[in-house]
């Protein structure tokens, strides 16, 4: 025997699992034997480099890398990166057809280029970033103990009155002390709360320099893939030192018998300057005055997200942590990993074309054949709507946790009403000319509110979105970006955020249309990364999940 093979019960060809290997490809980093040299050689996906097995590179053979595994084919590894869909692919991906005409490179590559994105957030976040928000922490630190010094000068002052009234006044003087105290702490709380985010970042600074730490450390390609950076988001949150604080004053007039109260002046209001501030910190915003967010140039794609399902046409969810999609009659809730977490049958069992997510996190369902919308309650289905010459068909629920209905009637009208419950609250039909606002097309009319309160509609069988106000009003039309095509406009989905912008998509075109809340267009989004997009919706953090009707795939987009 060949003392070269004398492990030849151990050391077999990596494709057949049969044969002593014999040679290997460093390439690919995998050992063949001498019949499936020629097969491997036959995939023209990537070029190859095979080499007999004792001469191949002494560092490879320690340096294994995990390849991750396919999440569709779980018993295969994935070593190609399809650059167009944005995330790795095995052999039995490739040969379904479903990349072909996509661009393709080496999953070792890319994890490379993935590691020197990491590393340089590392060095951002460790040499630039984070000296910073120490920086600032203790300018506020001494800020802090400036304040100290001016609270007890004031005392000191109005102490200093006292002496000289204090039979009289003495009352006047506790409550002036009273007031200092409660402005003081007043103005303390303003700077300990920011102190105690800066704090609070800085910690969560640290821990992703450990978990970045990590991934450098670490061979697993799994980890740099699923990297998510930061660095954008603490820079956003850098505060800027120096607010400017109106400190109170106190302003004591002359003597006068007649007004002891007036002996000790009066104090000011504590007021504190942030608005010429170039930073953002973490605040509570209200619902009706969002901070302004720019769209990107050019959207990101941050999850795709594999289902059940080959064909998508609704999507709903509510903190982005869950999506609620379906098919025909069965819903599904998935998380984020791609987990199936709860499937349900619709009541009647009868095929249905929209859902959605109340705030209250139920899920809510029309059924067009039964004439029913439906609420699902702990995995309980409850009856919360009964029509009787109309059929529901899409559903939304609004910031007021009211229900907007789309429905059409046994003699082609079409109309959407907003419940409270299961009481009408008003119907939305015709226009002030009594023109009816919406097709007689049964399908395909998504709706929706907007932040300013305005309803929307994808009216399909117009070709339009159409829009209307609280009082029913219609506002505006839109029908298309100008172009030279002479497609008709095809709205599909649509969906809102929280700057008022309204969001279609264009199944046949793969592509959605991004309008302010007025109408205009302002940019398209999508043609690179989407296919055949229909149902969408926005979390309450912006974030875009589009349902891909072609192929049961939601991806998850940073589009501001």
């Not at 303003?190 to 821990?207: F, G, P, R, T, Y």
């Not at 007039?253 to 953002?280: A, C, H, I, R, W």
């Not at 769209?295 to 969810?317: E, G, H, R």
Request: net charge negative; hydrophobic share 30%; charged share 25%.
């Amino acid at each position: 025997m060949d003392p070269r093979y004398c492990a030849q019960d151990v050391l077999l060809c990596n494709l057949c699992n049969k044969d002593v290997l014999q040679s290997h490809c460093e390439a690919c980093n995998i050992s063949l034997c001498l019949n499936c040299v020629g097969k491997h050689l036959s995939d023209p996906s990537k070029r190859h480099n095979v080499m007999p097995y004792s001469q191949r590179n002494q560092q490879q053979q320690h340096i294994i890398p995990n390849y991750p595994k396919c999440p569709k084919h779980s018993e295969k590894h994935c070593e190609l990166y399809c650059e167009s869909c944005d995330f790795p692919v095995c052999s039995t991906c490739l040969s379904s057809g479903y990349h072909r005409g996509h661009n393709l490179s080496d999953v070792l590559q890319k994890h490379s280029s993935k590691k020197e994105s990491v590393k340089r957030d590392l060095e951002e976040l460790q040499e630039i970033i984070r000296p910073e928000f120490q920086k600032v922490a203790s300018d506020i630190t001494a800020v802090k103990a400036n304040l100290e010094k001016h609270y007890e000068g004031l005392t000191t002052a109005v102490m200093k009155q006292g002496e000289d009234y204090y039979r009289e006044i003495e009352i006047i003087v506790n409550k002036r002390k009273s007031e200092i105290e409660e402005i003081r702490a007043k103005n303390l709380k303003i700077l300990s709360k920011e102190d105690d985010e800066i704090a609070s970042n800085v910690l969560e600074i640290k821990q992703k320099i450990l978990d970045l730490e990590k991934i450098l450390s670490s061979n697993d390609v799994t980890l740099a893939f699923s990297y998510i950076s930061r660095n954008a988001e603490f820079r956003n949150l850098l505060p800027k030192p120096n607010a400017t604080y109106i400190l109170p004053i106190l302003s004591p007039p002359k003597f006068n018998t007649e007004q002891l109260s007036n002996f000790f002046g009066s104090l000011s209001e504590l007021s504190v300057t942030t608005d010429d501030l170039e930073y953002t910190l973490k605040r509570t915003e209200s619902h009706s005055s969002p901070p302004a967010r720019p769209l990107l140039d050019k959207s990101q794609l941050i999850t795709t997200l594999f289902t059940n399902f080959t064909n998508l046409s609704s999507i709903s969810c509510f903190d982005g942590e869950e999506i609620w999609t379906f098919e025909r009659n069965i819903m599904e809730l998935y998380n984020l990993q791609g987990k199936l977490m709860e499937s349900i049958k619709t009541k009647s069992k009868n095929y249905i074309y929209d859902i959605a997510v109340m705030k209250s996190g139920d899920l809510v369902y029309a059924d067009p054949k039964a004439r029913t919308v439906n609420i699902l309650k702990n995995k309980q289905i409850e009856e919360v709507i009964r029509l009787q010459e109309w059929s529901p068909y899409y559903v939304c629920s609004t910031f007021s946790n009211d229900l907007l209905v789309t429905m059409n009637s046994d003699d082609g009208q079409s109309k959407v009403i907003r419940y409270s419950g299961s009481t009408e609250k008003h119907t939305i039909q015709f226009d002030n000319k009594g023109v009816p606002l919406y097709s007689s097309d049964v399908f395909l009319k998504y709706v929706c509110e907007n932040r300013n309160l305005d309803i929307c509609v994808a009216d399909n069988g117009a070709s339009a979105v159409v829009v209307v106000n609280q009082e029913d009003e219609l506002r505006f039309r839109y029908t298309g970006y100008p172009s030279s095509s002479k497609e008709p406009f095809c709205p599909y989905g649509i969906t809102t955020d929280s700057q008022g912008h309204i969001l279609i998509s264009e199944n046949l075109k793969s592509c959605i249309h991004i309008l302010d809340q007025d109408g205009q267009f302002l940019q398209f989004l999508g043609n690179c990364i989407l296919q055949s997009p229909w149902g969408l919706c926005v979390d309450n953090k912006d974030s875009l999940f589009v349902a891909q009707s072609s192929n049961g795939i939601v991806k998850k987009i940073k589009y501001m």
